[in-house]
């Protein structure tokens, strides 16, 4: 079935520092692949997406690049803020079959000032 | 502009009390969803619609209970809490295949 692999453990990093979070995925066919956000106390949120092979999906400074070969989806930002701490999830949503969204565990991004 | 809207936001139950989370979405969205967060888990998938009368278990369906007779409305039934119903559950929709979903805000449940 479908699923998507997170690296372990939350992530703690200065303001200022590159932030690179590991996403790998299986799936049947060609999956659309997502990052959420979520904020304290609040729901998922949207990040970016890529729906096909080589998109690279970007917002707020943050960016993925789907990469079919190696069946990854990194999320990565340049210089990261304290608004950015945050639980990131990446998620993908099959062509095929029940068309469901299946998310990884997640990982807390704590930012130090 | 209201999108997904969940109710309560939070709640306690003592064992063995029944409740209906309510989530309604303005967008008239097909698909909706019924998701709980644990720790440590990211999210996993109770129960989904693709329409209106239409609905499936998802990977931890045991304990709950849906019913989808209007597009907007997706409610989501606890016969018995038990303990280990004790999470964040978040309701969400989409248009269709390949896209994103919007969440709720979410219910914080604690079963005591």
């Known amino acids: 079935g479908n699923s998507v692999t997170q690296m372990e453990g939350p992530v703690t990093l200065s303001e200022e520092a590159f932030l690179t979070i590991n996403c790998t995925y299986t799936a049947t066919g060609y999956p659309s692949l997502f990052w959420y956000v979520q904020y304290p106390g609040e729901g998922l949120q949207l990040l970016l997406k890529a729906t096909k092979a080589d998109d690279k999906g970007s917002n707020k400074g943050f960016e993925a690049t789907y990469r079919k070969e190696t069946t990854s989806f990194h999320l990565e930002k340049g210089s990261v803020q304290v608004s950015d701490s945050a639980v990131y999830f990446c998620a993908l949503r099959s062509n095929y079959g029940n068309n469901r969204l299946a998310f990884g565990k997640g990982n807390q991004v704590v930012v130090i000032p | ?112």
């Not at chain 2, 969205?29 to 019924?34: A, G, K, T």
Request: net charge positive; aromatic share 12%; glycine share 10%.
């Open chain 2, 1 to 112: 502009n209201a999108g997904v809207t969940q109710t309560p936001k939070f709640r306690i139950l003592k064992i063995g009390q029944s409740m209906t989370l309510q989530c309604t979405q303005d967008m008239n969205h097909n698909y909706m969803y019924w998701y709980r967060q644990d720790p440590g888990m990211g999210l996993k998938l109770i129960y989904y619609s693709v329409g209106a009368g239409i609905t499936d278990k998802g990977e931890v369906p045991n304990g709950y209970n849906v019913s989808r007779s209007t597009t907007e409305d997706f409610p989501l039934r606890l016969e018995l809490a038990a303990p280990s119903q004790t999470s964040v559950y978040f309701c969400a929709s989409s248009t269709g295949k390949n896209t994103e979903a919007f969440f709720g805000q979410g219910t914080r449940l604690t079963v005591v």
